[in-house]
């Protein structure tokens, strides 16, 4: 009987030290698989305004990061003042938060595939820092939207997003209430609320000083290590899980 198993057993082998070998190699200064991003991060000495931190290592270039910092852009044909005019105070952060997803080699840890016609991978949960969450939502609170996850549902028909029938315009705070509804629910879970502080080593700002380094780097590593020495690899579970359960099935055979 114990023959009969061999080939599942190399198989689960195999798999588990390929996929710990990708975690280590590819969680660190990658670009993701998306619309706008380039292949791999490299210097663009001419990132506009709110993205220039990244300049030195930039998975966006000079052109999409003029277009992120327009009220619509062509990048996505999306507009941020589908509610009248957003406040700038608010409208900032989302920028921000528009840089740090084209531009940022420092996601590598929470990339995961995706089955999307405009991209193959997206982050999710990444840990971002409190101050940056809880700002971004004070800042924002007063503006107002008619929707509290922005990825999906709009009204596409004029080709720019618009708030689909039956939707009302209120306060973000409406549909926010708190700063982890807005970080977690605004683009499906892509950030999760952190408990921890800037400057922590821990979590990933929206907001740095080039100057200083961009911290997020060390962030990135961080988790990148803690992924390669944990017991199993990220994703593989479910595969490990399907592949028992086709073990079990052989031994009924």
Known sequence: MAWRLMPLLLLLVWTASMCRARARTDLLNVCM?????KT?????????GQCTPWKEKACCSASTSQEL?????????????HCGKMEPACKRHFIQDNCLYECSPNLGPWIWEVNQSWRKERFLDVPLCKEDCQQW??????????????????NWT??????????????????????????EGLWSHSYKLSNYSRGSGRCIQLWFDPAQG???????????????????????????LSLALMQQLWLLR
């Open 214 to 240: 961009n911290p997020n780097e060390e962030v990135a590593r961080f988790y990148a290590l803690a992924m390669s020495a944990g017991a199993l690899p990220r994703g593989v579970e479910p595969l490990l």
């Open 69 to 81: 910092h327009k009220d619509t852009s062509l990048l996505y044909n999306f507009t941020w003042d």
């Open 158 to 183: 004029s080709g720019i997003n618009k708030c689909p029938a039956g939707t009302t315009c209120r306060t973000f705070e409406a549909y926010f209430p708190t700063p982890a509804a807005l970080c």
């Open 33 to 37: 698989d998306a619309k706008h991003h």
């Open 40 to 48: 791999k991060p490299g210097p663009e000495d001419k990132l506009h």
């Open 137 to 154: 939502w004070e800042d924002c609170r007063t503006s107002y939207t008619c929707k509290s996850n922005w990825h999906r549902g709009w």
